[in-house]
């Protein structure tokens, strides 16, 4: 083939594998695809000790699942004003961590146990702008970071050195925040947070308006642009997967709480409470699987 005649046709085919790769790359599914998760079962959540959050525990090794609620709170702790706690979390080599908040002031704190079972407290000084209420807690995969979310309409989620477990932490000193994930589309009261990967989330949201994503009490996934850690911000994608289970034999208004997944088995767990006099019999931990 002569010399031009081979230029153009390399010309023409260049052209044709740009295009051809360019529609494979616009048809592909995106990188992180929502999942899907399908209701298997449920567990009766009493309202008490069972109400707020819940969070599986790895170390020790057969350790139960841990829950929170108003029983839950040691009389130590709520005497001192702190007498609120929500959704728990654990990292992989056990510590746990229950978040609490006061009914005025400027602090939340951050209630730890380590593997060895003594307990610390972490407290911190809210920044500007940042709401007193210290509804979750979830650790990263690494165990070094710890994201944590504010009630209300947000558009964002704050980002902590793990208490207890990042060497930078001390009970002795101000827990600060390290960094955040701006959200790029609101979220409205989020009671629970869960890591399913290095930069996945599971959330459940109980916004009782539904405007934001076409649904009230939705479960939620957040896609991380980058796993957190702690000295730059990420950016969050939110998918609003499906509305939580919304069975009881009482009419009213549902409380969607905290949120777990549990690695080991694949399990999703969300707890919703029932409205009226049936918060104390049919309140449910509802469980799910990817499908």
Request: charged fraction near 15%.
């Amino acid at each position: 083939m002569p010399l031009r005649a081979w230029q153009r046709c390399h010309a023409v085919l260049t052209a044709a594998v740009v295009l051809a790769t360019a529609a494979v790359l616009s048809a592909a599914p995106p990188a992180s695809a929502a999942d899907t998760w399908t209701e298997v079962g449920s567990d009766r959540a009493d309202p008490l000790t069972e109400s707020q959050g819940l969070t599986s525990v790895e170390v020790p090794a057969g350790s139960p699942n841990h829950y929170t609620g108003i029983g839950t709170i040691p009389a130590g702790v709520s005497s001192r004003g702190w007498n609120h706690v929500g959704d728990p979390d654990a990292s992989y080599d056990g510590h746990y961590i229950e978040p609490y908040q006061a009914d005025s002031g400027n602090a939340k704190m951050f209630r730890v146990q380590a593997p060895d079972g003594s307990w610390s407290e972490y407290v911190h000084t809210l920044g500007s702008g940042e709401a007193l209420n210290n509804s979750w807690v979830a650790i990263s995969p690494d165990g070094q970071w710890m994201l944590s979310g504010e009630y209300g309409t947000m558009s964002r989620f704050l980002v902590f050195p793990t208490p207890g477990v990042n060497a930078s932490t001390s009970p002795s000193a101000n827990l600060p925040q390290a960094s955040t994930v701006n959200l790029d589309h609101a979220v409205r009261d989020v009671q629970g947070c869960d890591f399913s990967g290095p930069t996945t989330l599971l959330c459940s949201s109980d916004d009782p308006d539904g405007t934001l994503f076409g649904m009230t009490k939705p479960l939620l996934q957040v896609d991380l642009s980058a796993a957190p850690n702690g000295t730059a911000d990420v950016s969050g994608h939110i998918t609003a997967l499906r509305q939580l289970p919304l069975r009881s034999s009482c009419s009213g208004t549902f409380e969607a709480e905290g949120i777990d997944y549990d690695r080991r088995s694949g399990t999703l767990r969300v707890i919703v409470v029932s409205p009226g006099f049936c918060v104390l019999t049919d309140s449910k931990t509802y469980r799910f699987t990817r499908s």
